[in-house]
């Protein structure tokens, strides 16, 4: 009985050695497969992800591409508006200033100064009325410069530079 005891006991192990051997290569099989199972989901959801980012990057590659085409556009506007604006102001400009107005009243007083000198002498009536006239001619000079060069300074953000007060010769 005792031999009968052995066998039993030797094939009863053998029977939970085999059991225990096949229940771990089951277990190592579901799991490699359940392993298998979840790289492929991760590895589908990375996949759908690199999609989504390259999707993202296109769109914004396409918006960057627009929107430096329309800040070029718009650059491109801006430079011929400003090219626009100084042909205008080339013409707008006025080339006068205060010193050449005062210099005008210095020169008609100047004038009317040699008026008044050549009045005293006899036979200088041609040269009295030719000085009169200039006088006359640059008074108006004089006044259409003024009106320019307030003209220019109602248009020009900044006004003309004043000219310092010319100094008057006294006779």
């Given at each position: 009985?005792?031999?009968?005891?052995?066998?039993?006991?030797?094939?009863?192990?053998?029977?939970w050695?085999?059991?225990?051997?096949?229940?771990?290569?089951?277990?190592?099989?579901?799991?490699?497969?359940?392993?298998?199972?979840?790289?492929r989901?991760?590895?589908?959801?990375h996949a759908?992800?690199?999609?989504?980012?390259?999707?993202?990057?296109?769109?914004?590659?396409?918006?960057?591409?627009?929107?430096?085409?329309?800040?070029?556009?718009?650059?491109?506007?801006?430079?011929?508006?400003?090219?626009d604006?100084?042909?205008?102001?080339?013409?707008?400009?006025?080339?006068?200033?205060?010193?050449?107005h005062?210099?005008?009243?210095?020169?008609?007083?100047?004038?009317?100064l040699?008026?008044?000198?050549?009045?005293?002498?006899?036979?200088?009536?041609?040269?009295r009325?030719?000085?009169?006239?200039?006088?006359?001619?640059l008074?108006k000079?004089?006044?259409?410069?003024?009106?320019?060069?307030?003209?220019?300074?109602?248009?020009?953000e900044?006004?003309?530079?004043?000219?310092?007060?010319?100094?008057?010769?006294?006779?």
């Open positions: 009985m005792t031999t009968e005891i052995y066998i039993a006991l030797l094939g009863l192990l053998a029977g050695t085999a059991t225990t051997l096949y229940f771990l290569k089951a277990f190592k099989r579901a799991y490699n497969r359940g392993l298998a199972e979840g790289l989901t991760l590895d589908d959801q759908t992800r690199i999609r989504c980012l390259e999707l993202d990057l296109n769109g914004l590659r396409h918006s960057r591409e627009r929107d430096q085409d329309l800040h070029e556009a718009a650059l491109l506007q801006s430079r011929q508006h400003y090219a604006m100084c042909k205008k102001m080339i013409h707008l400009r006025c080339p006068f200033t205060h010193i050449d005062r210099t005008l009243i210095s020169a008609a007083d100047t004038l009317r040699a008026q008044e000198t050549w009045q005293a002498f006899p036979g200088t009536d041609h040269v009325n030719r000085a009169a006239s200039q006088q006359n001619q008074q000079t004089a006044a259409t410069v003024i009106q320019l060069i307030h003209r220019a300074e109602q248009m020009n900044r006004a003309l530079p004043q000219a310092p007060a010319p100094v008057e010769v006294q006779v």
